[in-house]
C-alpha cells in the first residue's frame, strides 16, 4: 500500500508542482498510525487472500506469486498458505484447489465435448495457473467424480 501511494504523491508532485517530501512523510505517517491501530495487518491481508484465492482454485505457486508481488514478506505468505490449507497436506490442497480451477474454466472432466482433443490446451491452462504436471494430470485425465 505504501509503495502505491508514494508513487500517487510523486506523480502528483510532478504533475502539480507539490510537495513530493511533504507528501512522503504524510503518508508514511499514516501507514505507520494505520499498523498501529491494526487496520493494515498483512499477516491479516496475506490470510484472507490466500483463502480467497484458494477456495476459487489458485495455486500455491500463483498465491504465494501474488502476495509477493503485493508486498507481503515471505514468512506471512507460508503461514497464510497454511492457514488457508486448513491443516491439510500442500499437494493435497493443491489437488483440491486444481479440480477447482478445472471445474470452474470446465477443463478436463468438466469439459462438455471433445474432452480428449483438448487435453494439451487444458494441461497448459492448468500449468499456467501454476499447477504442478503431476497435479494437473491427475486432475485433467480424471474424472468429474473423484474427490
Known sequence: MERLL????????ELHGTDGEAGARFIRELI???QGS?????RRYAEGKAQSLRRRGGSARSI????AARGVG??????ALASAD?????????????????????????????RAAHRLKDMAAMGRAGFAYEVAR????????EG
Open 86 to 114: 486448513e491443516g491439510s497436506m500442500a499437494e493435497e490442497a493443491d489437488l483440491a484447489a486444481a479440480r477447482r480451477f478445472a471445474q470452474r474454466r470446465r477443463l478436463g472432466p468438466w469439459r462438455a465435448k471433445e
Open 138 to 145: 491427475r486432475v485433467i485425465d480424471g474424472t468429474a467424480e
Open 32 to 34: 505507520a498510525r494505520l
Open 64 to 67: 504465494r506469486a501474488g502476495l
Open 38 to 42: 491494526g487496520v493494515l495487518d498483512d
Open 74 to 79: 515471505r514468512e506471512e505468505v507460508e503461514t
Open 6 to 13: 508514494l508513487a500517487k504523491v510523486r506523480r502528483s508532485a
